[in-house]
């Protein structure tokens, strides 16, 4: 119950950045739903099929199609209440950033993977639908853009979330709740301070 609760919170605010980036960028309606189902369901579908889940959950249950589908429509008619599309976009993806690296990586550890490629694939999830976004938007990927510290956050929650899932007896909602807490504040942190990844040029010779 845990990881559908994740993964819908996940899918529904990665789905409304999607929309409204859709929207900043002056896209139709199908634009709309199709960057926001894209950044809802990318990250998800990629794991899937990594994990051998065919077909993905969000093509077998209605309601991860219905998340991103319902977010699509808020946006369409909701948008003009947004004042400053670019900073919500941010907040919305460093929440869906947050969730999606926990539930990853809960969901490859369900399937028998030991931490590190669990923690992989929980940085899968958390990037591949923005990635995915992005890439559709004409924008070139936050997980690739010079000097973001995107794949970092998404690497600390997923590793803490690895580590406690399979190394101790703690329940689920008690590791998870502060592992995507710690990808969450770390990501906004880097937002709002202007923390950055090393480039080549910032390494000494």
């Known amino acids: 119950m845990l990881l559908l609760t994740l993964d819908l919170l996940g899918i529904a605010v990665f789905a409304v950045?999607?929309?409204?980036?859709?929207?900043?960028?002056?896209?139709?309606?199908?634009?709309?739903?199709?960057l926001a189902t894209v950044s809802g369901l990318g990250g998800g579908w990629i794991r899937d099929v990594l994990i051998g889940q065919?077909?993905?959950?969000?093509?077998?249950?209605?309601?991860?199609?219905?998340?991103?589908?319902?977010?699509?429509g808020l946006v369409f008619v909701w948008h003009p209440q947004f004042s400053r599309v670019d900073p919500m976009i941010n907040v919305l993806d460093a929440f869906g950033l947050g969730l999606f690296c926990v539930a990853g990586t809960l969901k490859?550890?369900?399937?028998?993977?030991?931490?590190?490629?669990a923690a992989?694939?929980?940085?899968?999830?958390?990037?591949?639908?923005?990635?995915?976004?992005?890439?559709?938007?004409?924008?070139?990927p936050s997980i690739m853009s010079k000097g973001q510290l995107y794949a970092v956050p998404a690497?600390?929650?997923?590793?803490i979330a690895a580590v406690g899932f399979s190394a101790t007896d703690l329940?689920?909602?008690?590791?998870?709740v502060p592992a995507a807490t710690i990808a969450i504040v770390v990501r906004l942190l880097a937002i709002w301070r202007g923390w950055t990844a090393p480039t080549p040029g910032s390494v000494r010779s």
């Open 171 to 176: 329940s689920t909602s008690v590791v998870a």
């Open 17 to 34: 950045a999607g929309g409204l980036l859709a929207v900043r960028q002056r896209l139709d309606i199908v634009g709309i739903v199709t």
């Open 120 to 140: 992989l694939l929980g940085v899968v999830t958390a990037v591949g639908g923005g990635m995915l976004r992005d890439v559709l938007s004409g924008r070139v």
């Open 108 to 117: 490859a550890v369900d399937h028998g993977l030991g931490p590190l490629p």
């Open 54 to 72: 065919i077909p993905p959950t969000a093509l077998a249950d209605w309601r991860y199609l219905a998340v991103p589908l319902v977010a699509a």
């Open 155 to 159: 690497m600390l929650g997923a590793a």
